[in-house]
């Protein structure tokens, strides 16, 4: 963490009087007409230039004033990724004010939580849903209603030299966001993010090699349909905007594919069950005959390929050959244009990672949280190491703890945990660095992750287990939706599956099982129990016998955001063990 006053690390500089909305200011400054967001219209999809853009922001800025919001007062933002999210986002630092992210999936109480928390004055939502949740709020702003066209009205006669004297009196370690940790374990934690903090992100990963060159230039189109309440995906907005790239916003994720096929971006961030989606789709479309053959030959050569320092021209022309078969198919799935695509929030299998970049989507994957301000390390263009999550981005450094946690300090890591005084002290040690929480190693500079320090499993014999890499592994198989490793002080390592609903649905057709028939229904069926075991098995073969997984057991339902799942799906150990209790004491009482 750096104190306020001390130099930034080579390679970046961050004034001490900078603040995020600096960037968008130059870019308005020097390039008014660039085109920097796209609003979805029934036309297709319509430019906003960056003049229109910071004119909307001023008005509801502007807004914000006459309705007595102060600097420094807090102002929530519960809605689905939109273009008025960001709007608002602006607006509020534009005040002076500090925004407060709510996952627009948060139940009434967690919103009110956060809402009480964080002191919020007022608050934007979109929807009925969320306009309920936000009830707390003094104020609370439609997005979806005339709401903010009136509070464009009330700034209508405020003096507009209001706005630069509120930006001369923000310096760069003033609190920019509150962000609350999703939260899978415990209380969610406001994070307390400064205007350094994300300047320091922005700048360091467009700083970083072949980022600005390559992923985000002005010619480059961005897709977020990550809630922008997650830090990755506001990241990545701010990343675009410093760029001059231009960025759309889509709220509804059953309307993915349409949207990916007219905006048809150029780079997509998102979290690896997006990709390992991508993948199953293809697998599932293609079948279990001809077609199913052909997408697993496919598969193997855009492995082998991706592995390969040096690919021959045999394994050449065999993708060159399935590129026309299945890889330009895979591709149009995300619009056809798609170049480069970021990943992180949870570990991507490097099986997957080689097959997508084998098919021409280069997977830059990082690692970073919400206290680090999104990524701390990163793959970038001609220097990606698959299986790891990259190397530190300019500014950032890490370091491996003598008991292998992972360490970071850099300008990007956060100020202090919200009204929590004590845990903020137990983040950090005495050298300054952040505990992540999270086990690793480094070598050639590139960081491994190799899960949390808390899914660590100690088994009655005394055998230490990292439960996320067999969760990841296994999540890879077409047919398992999540997993969750237990035998924390138990004989033996053994798996709860949550199934693909639509993976299953397909599986019963290709096995004649009854249509009706529910994952319930089938649980214990031989066909399927089989299916699931060669993927146990497979698991199995890299590691020691007192490693191996002895039993699993198959849950009768997915996991649902908001119970098992935070919203950026993230697993809750805690609540799966919890809720499914039963299902783990039958695992170890009885043999199949």
Known sequence: MTAPGEPEPAGLSIGDSAAITDDLAELTAREPGRVLFCRETGEGWTGVTAAEFSAEVRALALGLVAAGVRPGDRVALMAATSYEWTLCDYAIWTAGAVSVPVYDTASGDQADRILRDSGAVAAFALGDKCAQAMSGADRVWRMDGQDLAVLRAGGASVDPAVLPARRDTIVADDPATIVYTSGTTGRPKGCVLTH????????????????????????????????????????????????????????????????????????????????????????????????????????????????????????????????????RRLRAALGGRVEYAVSGGAPL?????????????????????????????????????????????????????????????????????WRAEAETAEAFDAGGWFRTGDLGSVQDGFLTVSGRKKDLLVTANGKNIAAAWFEDTLRAHWLIDQCVVTGDRLPFVGALLALDTAAFAEWKLDRAKPPEATVADLRDDGDLLAVLQEAVDDVNATVSHAEAIKRFRVLAAEFEVGDELTPTLKVRRSRVLEKYADEVAALYAARR
Do not use: C, M
């Open 349 to 417: 299998a490097p099986r997957l990672a080689h097959f997508l970049r084998g098919a021409g989507i280069r997977i830059l994957e990082g690692y970073g949280l919400t206290e680090t301000t999104a990524g701390v390390t990163l793959n970038v263009p001609g220097a990606q190491r698959i299986g790891t999550v990259g190397q530190p981005i300019p500014g950032a450094e890490v370091r491996i703890a003598a008991d292998g946690e992972i360490l970071v300090r850099g300008p990007a890591v956060f100020a202090r945990y």
């Open 196 to 327: 350094r903090n994300l300047l320091a992100e922005v700048h360091g990963t467009l700083a970083a090699p072949g980022i600005s060159e390559a992923v985000l230039t002005p010619g480059s189109s961005v897709l977020l349909f990550l809630p922008l309440a997650h830090i990755l995906t506001r990241v990545v907005l701010l990343a675009a905007v410093r760029a001059g790239a231009r960025t759309g916003h889509l709220g509804d994720l059953a309307r993915l594919p349409d949207a990916l096929g007219s905006f048809r971006p150029t780079a997509v961030a998102a979290v690896p069950r997006f990709f390992e989606k991508l993948r199953d789709t293809a697998e599932r479309e293609a079948g279990h005959g001809f077609a199913g053959r052909v997408f697993r030959a496919a598969e193997r050569t855009a492995v082998s390929w991706s592995e390969a320092e040096r690919p021959g021209p045999v394994l050449s022309v065999r993708r060159f050959f399935f590129d026309l078969l299945v890889f």
